[in-house]
């Protein structure tokens, strides 16, 4: 890669990671003005579990989860350690949505409120089976059993194509999650309140941190790196003679 694009690569990443943790930071902040985080069923902080484990995971460490590709292949990391990072993030990502599910279902049966009656539930249910597809299906076809090539490579379109309509899911989940609590919590938006004003800016954050990261690894800027990427992607989804389990994590991918 030349001097140039791995510097932008850089200033991309870094851009990136400032944008991934202002959503979180920012998330945090504005629940703290609403109750904080708690394990008590009885305040309102066990709710505010679910958006801030929705956030850390399915936002930073998803979005992080994508990145690796591109970063990572930049840094010289072996096939191997790529995507196992990029599946072990992604798995660790999983579990915090499934564990904000398990908070707000809490938090309806314990209150007796309703479940699954907004546009927010129904997307938000949609986007964490759709994640949890997407990462069972990338273990079956890459990690194990890893069918023969013919049919990795064929599967590999659509996993690229799902992993970046999920992000777009993401986004309409947590935006349209935002927009309840803050409903639910401010009355609605007739004036701007400090929530409706951190809302908004984490709205816009967000937006910035998916543009960011889907730029940097969609773009065919970074020319030579995108050969490697490549490289990457096809050694997850090719047969290799050694096979996964004999690649040695030190491995050069080059
Ligand atoms: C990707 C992120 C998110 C996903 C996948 C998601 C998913 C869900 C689901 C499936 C429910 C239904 C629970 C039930 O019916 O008992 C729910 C409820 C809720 N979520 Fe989220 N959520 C996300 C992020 C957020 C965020 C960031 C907020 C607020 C800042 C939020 C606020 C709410 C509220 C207020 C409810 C309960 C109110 C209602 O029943 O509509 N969510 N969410």
Known sequence: MSLCSACVLILLVILAEALGVS?????????????????NIEEAGAFN????????????????????YRAGAATGLSRFTLKMIHFIIQLVAFIMAVLALFAVFRYHR????????????????ATVVFFGLQLLFGFLFFLF????????SAYKGVHLFFGFFIFGMVAVSILTGLTEQ??????????????????NVISIVLVAF???????????????????IQDDIAA???????????????????
Do not use: C
């Open 145 to 152: 059993p890893r069918p023969r090539e013919s049919i990795r």
């Open 210 to 228: 998916i543009g960011v990261v889907t730029f940097t690894v969609t773009s065919s800027f970074f020319e030579d790196n995108d050969e490697k």
């Open 110 to 125: 314990t209150h007796g409120y309703p479940n699954m009656m907004s546009l927010h539930n129904w997307v938000g249910m």
């Open 23 to 39: 959503v979180v930071v920012l998330m945090f902040i504005l629940l703290s003005q609403m109750g904080g985080l708690s394990l």
């Open 236 to 254: 997850a989804t090719s047969d290799e003679k050694s096979g996964l389990l004999e690649m040695k994590p030190a491995e050069s991918s080059t």
């Open 182 to 199: 803050i409903f639910y919590n401010n009355g609605g938006f007739d004036s701007v309140t400090s929530k409706v004003l951190i809302a």
């Open 49 to 68: 579990l679910h958006p801030f484990l929705m956030t850390f995971g399915l936002v930073f460490l998803y979005g992080n989860g994508i990145l690796v």
